[in-house]
């Protein structure tokens, strides 16, 4: 798809609005040589003006937004602040002001920044597992905010499905998880995410750096995809696929 003039704010909207709910959506950037970093690691490094555009509607039409404590401490997130442009679509469609910040961790290890409260900006869950101790457990309780909370949704691991139970009952059923790779690998092999959004840039960076999914390969494909969207922003493709369980029909 392809617009004579770039596209309004309501067109991307209208564009990338959830089919039903709940709905579990991720959003990755990867070159044409499959990377999913520039060199320093960071996904910020090889993204453009229109995968920002995009970035910015997926996560206006989120009420939470998944990222794992690696992703975190890499890209440099802060609690999320919705743009003032997409207030009034918020509010009209009964989301909260600013998307929730949900991070993934067995550790507990995450950056001061994050954990700071401040005006303006979302609430922070922290999904973890019967893995962090609870001595550290204790701890991080008492450095977050009010309204902040730590939800443990596995044993050894965090559990995609218990996550996202937990996500759903706290009134969040639109979730937008933007990785990384590795907890992406882990929640499309649950079969969890019901859809992807890809921008394609057109570079070709060489060297090693991981793909949009990490993790050991196996025989099988985790998913199959089918085409939703292709539109043309300046340079970039931005794909949708609906996933599918390989052995769906």
Same mark, same amino acid.
């Given at each position: 798809?392809?617009?004579?003039?770039?596209?309004?704010?309501?067109?991307?909207?209208?564009?990338?609005a959830?089919?039903?709910?709940?709905?579990?959506?991720?959003?990755?950037?990867?070159?044409?040589?499959?990377?999913?970093?520039?060199?320093?690691?960071?996904?910020?490094?090889?993204?453009?003006?229109?995968?920002?555009?995009?970035?910015?509607?997926?996560?206006?039409?989120?009420?939470?937004?998944?990222?794992?404590?690696?992703?975190?401490?890499?890209?440099?997130?802060r609690?999320?602040?919705?743009?003032?442009?997409?207030r009034?679509h918020?509010?009209?469609?009964?989301?909260? $002001?600013?998307?929730?910040?949900?991070?993934v961790?067995?550790? /507990?290890d995450?950056?001061? +920044?994050? !954990? @700071?409260?401040? %005006? *303006?900006?979302?609430?922070?869950?922290?999904?973890?597992?019967?893995?962090?101790?609870?001595?550290?457990?204790?701890?991080?309780?008492?450095?977050?905010?009010?309204?902040?909370?730590?939800?443990?949704?596995?044993?050894?691991?965090?559990?995609?499905?218990?996550?996202?139970?937990?996500?759903?009952e706290?009134?969040?059923p639109?979730?937008?998880?933007?990785?990384?790779?590795?907890?992406?690998?882990?929640?499309?092999?649950?079969?969890?995410?019901? $859809?992807?959004?890809?921008?394609?840039?057109?570079?070709?960076? /060489?060297?090693?750096?991981? +793909?949009? !999914? @990490?993790?050991? %390969? *196996?025989?099988?494909?985790?998913a199959?995809?089918?085409?939703?969207?292709?539109?043309?922003l300046?340079?970039?493709?931005?794909?949708?696929?609906?996933?599918?369980?390989?052995?769906?029909?």
């Amino acid at each position: 798809m392809q617009f004579a003039h770039p596209p309004a704010d309501e067109d991307l909207l209208a564009l990338y609005a959830a089919p039903s709910t709940p709905w579990t959506r991720a959003n990755m950037v990867t070159t044409l040589d499959g990377r999913a970093t520039g060199a320093d690691g960071r996904s910020g490094s090889i993204n453009s003006e229109a995968d920002k555009r995009v970035f910015s509607v997926l996560r206006a039409l989120a009420s939470v937004v998944v990222v794992g404590a690696g992703t975190v401490r890499s890209e440099g997130y802060r609690r999320l602040r919705g743009p003032e442009r997409f207030r009034e679509h918020r509010r009209r469609t009964g989301l909260p $002001e600013h998307p929730v910040l949900a991070v993934v961790t067995s550790t /507990g290890d995450l950056p001061e +920044r994050l !954990l @700071e409260p401040a %005006a *303006g900006r979302g609430r922070l869950v922290v999904l973890t597992s019967g893995r962090m101790p609870t001595a550290r457990r204790e701890l991080l309780a008492d450095d977050l905010a009010p309204g902040d909370e730590i939800v443990v949704c596995g044993d050894e691991e965090v559990d995609p499905r218990r996550a996202l139970a937990a996500l759903h009952e706290r009134g969040l059923p639109h979730v937008l998880t933007e990785g990384g790779p590795t907890l992406l690998a882990h929640w499309v092999a649950a079969g969890v995410v019901d $859809e992807l959004c890809l921008t394609v840039r057109p570079l070709l960076l /060489g060297g090693r750096g991981p +793909r949009i !999914l @990490e993790g050991p %390969a *196996g025989d099988a494909p985790l998913a199959t995809a089918e085409p939703l969207l292709v539109l043309e922003l300046g340079h970039d493709l931005m794909l949708r696929y609906r996933l599918h369980p390989p052995d769906a029909p």
